[in-house]
């Protein structure tokens, strides 16, 4: 069931800090990368998205990096703040449907 | 526009007995899919429906069942419950198959199974 593997499930970085998630990917169908950011007591939230015609895309300090021959992409949040701290999903779809989730990453971002 | 509307928030079950859950997709949005989300298991697919027709299904037995009405707003039902069905299950909506990706999730129901 698992066709979005992430990694490391648990995440500690010190305020200003370079938080990097990673996700591996099998079904090379996929053309939709998301990834969701998910607070305590609420639903996961988009955060930023890729496809894989591009091979990195930034939007404030969220940078997606996208690796279409390793089937690999990764999230990089450039100067970490406290208010970071959450849930993060990578995930995979194929024509806005069928949207496969990695297991989550809980990033502590200390002050 | 309102957001995704999930229906009970909190829900606690006996083990055996049945239960719906309720999802009110954002006005305009014809696709609804289902998650299960426990800790350590990320989220896990259920099915998704789009124009009321169930297009994919995850690996859930068939106790998981769901479906959409014509106003796209969607149910899923699981019947016999265990205690392992004790999750958070999100609902999430989209245009459905086009180019305008993107989920929109509920907040979920918390289900508990006693």
């Known amino acids: 069931q698992q066709q979005v593997k992430q990694s490391p499930q648990s995440l500690i970085v010190q305020k200003g800090g370079i938080s990097i998630i990673n996700c591996a990917y099998e079904?090379?169908?996929?053309?939709?990368f998301p990834w969701y950011q998910q607070f305590p007591g609420k639903g996961p939230a988009l955060l930023i998205a890729?496809?894989?015609?591009?091979s990195e895309k930034k939007e404030g300090r969220f940078t997606i990096s996208f690796n279409k021959s390793a089937k690999q992409f990764s999230l990089h949040i450039m100067d970490s703040q406290p208010g970071d701290s959450a849930t993060y999903f990578c995930?995979?779809?194929?024509?806005?449907?069928?949207?496969?989730f990695g297991a989550g990453t809980r990033l502590t971002v200390k002050p | 526009k309102a957001g995704v509307t999930q229906t009970p928030r909190y829900l606690i079950k006996t083990r055996g007995q049945q239960v719906t859950l309720s999802c009110s997709p954002i006005?305009?949005?014809?696709?609804v899919s289902w998650y299960q989300q426990t800790p350590g298991q990320g989220l896990q697919f259920l099915f998704e429906?789009?124009?009321?027709?169930?297009?994919n299904k995850g690996n859930f037995p068939g106790r998981f069942s769901g479906r959409q009405f014509s106003n796209s707003r969607s149910e899923m039902n699981v019947s016999t419950l265990e205690l392992g069905d004790s999750a958070l299950y999100l609902c999430?909506?989209?245009?459905?198959?086009?180019?305008?990706?993107?989920?929109?999730f509920g907040s979920g129901t918390r289900l508990t199974v006693v």
């Open positions: 429906y789009f124009s009321e027709t169930q297009r």
């Open positions: 995930a995979a779809g194929r024509n806005n449907n069928d949207m496969r």
């Open positions: 006005s305009g949005h014809r696709s």
């Open positions: 890729i496809r894989p015609d591009v």
């Open positions: 079904n090379t169908a996929f053309d939709y």
């Open positions: 999430a909506s989209s245009t459905g198959p086009s180019h305008d990706y993107g989920y929109t």
